[in-house]
């Protein structure tokens, strides 16, 4: 029961911690108190979470392409024996 315990306390930390964090970076760049930028908390992780996601899938992508052209490259080794290009 004391390790749920903690993993909830440690949850909330890391919860409250990145709220802290985002409203700090929101007022830094919006020049409002730290206070008053608690209220884009909310839309600056959907930005953040979004900009998140389209680099994991560019990173897929690029990682596909490169996957398949290696894969060519194998079968076409495969296929002329090991013999030099």
């Known amino acids: 029961m004391g390790a749920i315990r903690s ?3 440690l949850s909330a930390g890391v919860a409250i ?5 985002i409203a700090h970076r929101v007022s830094e ?3 409002k108190g730290i206070g008053e930028s608690f209220a884009d908390v909310p839309a600056e992780a959907q ?6 996601k389209s680099r994991a899938e560019q990173a897929g992508a690029t ?3 490169a996957y398949g ?13 090991g013999a030099a290009e």
């Open 63 to 65: 990682a596909k392409d």
């Open 69 to 81: 052209d290696k894969q060519a490259e194998i079968d076409a080794f495969l296929h002329t024996g």
């Open 47 to 52: 930005r953040i979470f979004a900009d998140i």
């Open 17 to 21: 911690g990145g709220a802290l964090l």
């Open 29 to 31: 760049e919006t020049g």
């Open 7 to 9: 993993l909830l306390v």
